[in-house]
T-cell receptor
Framework: NAGVTQTPKFQVLKTGQSMTLQCAQD?????MSWYRQDPGMGLRLIHY???????DQGEVPNGYNVSRSTTEDFPLRLLSAAPSQTSVYFC??????????????FGPGTRLTVT | LAKTTQPISMDSYEGQEVNITCSHN???????ITWYQQFPSQGPRFIIQ???TKVTNEVASLFIPADRKSSTLSLPRVSLSDTAVYYC???????????????FGAGTRLAVHP
């Protein structure tokens, strides 16, 4: 299993540009999440999904959109990039559900710089 | 959502046992306690999970007192490779199948010295 994969690894955008960060998992996990991590800080939840077709907002959803058309994929779209969105973005997946382990599997991250 | 409080940083030496305590005074009945480890430029990695008393796996132990208002992650005989940030999370999956948004705090930066 490849686990959780993210592309691209690095990206530089100009203010106002849009782009999509890709995330895929091959573990048949129902739950997927997107986090951002600013330098020296903990992770903050952007959006999450509890299954295909179901998404919801996390702590810091503004400026980002998500959709979940398949169990495997959970792309994150930046609508109009701003310098405040410069961060490292992590995608994670987990089995979820009552009584399940709370273990989340994280991808390697995408380092985004907005100039 | 249960808020967690951890020390910002800790220092230790190789071979010592390290105990990192997390405070979660408003933990709910259904909440579990989970610890993650993060190395620079990597995503967090699950270490251990528990609900009450003591849980042990091959890398760590987790001690949870009866009132569950705190928990202690214990790392036996640390090495230089244990230098990382450690996060304590508290939360639960909802009975309806929903998702309790597990929140990462700032974590504890552990530095292990030779």
């Amino acid at each position: 299993n490849a686990g959780v994969t993210q592309t691209p690894k690095f990206q530089v955008l100009k203010t106002g540009q849009s782009m999509t960060l890709q995330c895929a998992q091959d573990m048949n996990h129902e739950y997927m999440s997107w986090y951002r991590q600013d330098p020296g800080m903990g992770l903050r939840l952007i959006h999450y999904s509890v299954g295909a077709g179901i998404t919801d907002q996390g702590e810091v959803p503004n400026g980002y959109n998500v959709s979940r058309s398949t169990t495997e994929d959970f792309p994150l779209r930046l609508l109009s990039a701003a310098p405040s969105q410069t961060s490292v973005y992590f995608c994670a997946s987990s089995l979820g559900g009552r009584g399940s382990s709370y273990e989340q599997y994280f991808g390697p991250g995408t380092r985004l710089t907005v100039t | 959502l249960a808020k967690t409080t951890q020390p910002i940083s800790m220092d230790s030496y190789e071979g010592q046992e390290v105990n990192i305590t997390c405070s979660h005074n408003n933990i709910a009945t259904n909440d579990y306690i989970t610890w993650y480890q993060q190395f620079p430029s990597q995503g967090p990695r699950f270490i251990i999970q528990g609900y009450k008393t003591k849980v042990t796996n091959e890398v760590a132990s987790l001690f949870i007192p009866a009132d569950r208002k705190s928990s202690t992650l214990s790392l036996p005989r640390v090495s230089l490779s244990d230098t990382a940030v450690y996060y304590c999370l508290v939360g639960a999956y909802l009975f309806s199948g929903g998702y309790n948004k597990l929140i990462f705090g700032a974590g504890t930066r552990l530095a292990v010295h030779p």
